[in-house]
């Protein structure tokens, strides 16, 4: 059974950091491409950052550009993502997703891209 389980969400203040986890199991995450988003109250869900397979090459959001870092451990088969001077309107739902149909290489952004999405992890910065 293909999961996957974020964790690392929590309340910090404006200008704090938080590391967010996602842990694969039935997959081996470096094979795929993967994503986390997000989703705030009321809102669409949006990219955040993506990494692909092989290479790894990264993007991000313009507006957290210079604020994030995914990255990924092969041994763990855990991915992560590293936030700093988050801002209130950073608070959301931080999904971890995975494309399992991938054969370019390539990253993925849009939220119907993913086929696989973990359960979300809460986000919330306060002023």
């Known amino acids: 059974q293909v999961q996957l389980v974020e964790s690392g969400g929590g309340l910090v203040q404006a200008g704090g950091s938080l590391s967010l986890s996602c842990a694969a199991s039935?997959?081996?995450?470096?094979?795929?491409?993967m994503g986390w988003l997000r989703q705030a109250p009321g809102k669409e869900r949006e990219f955040v950052a993506a990494i692909s397979r092989g290479w790894s090459m990264t993007e991000y959001a313009d507006s957290m550009k210079g604020r994030l870092t995914i990255s990924r451990d092969k041994r763990k088969n855990m991915v992560y993502l590293q936030m700093n001077s988050l801002q209130p309107e950073d608070t959301a739902v931080y999904y971890c997703?995975?494309?399992?149909?991938?054969?370019?290489?390539?990253?993925?952004?849009?939220?119907?891209?993913?086929?696989?999405w973990g359960q979300g992890t809460e986000v919330t910065v306060s002023s």
């Open positions: 997703a995975a494309t399992s149909t991938d054969r370019t290489g390539r990253l993925y952004r849009g939220e119907y891209e993913f086929d696989t």
């Open positions: 039935g997959l081996t995450s470096s094979r795929y491409p």
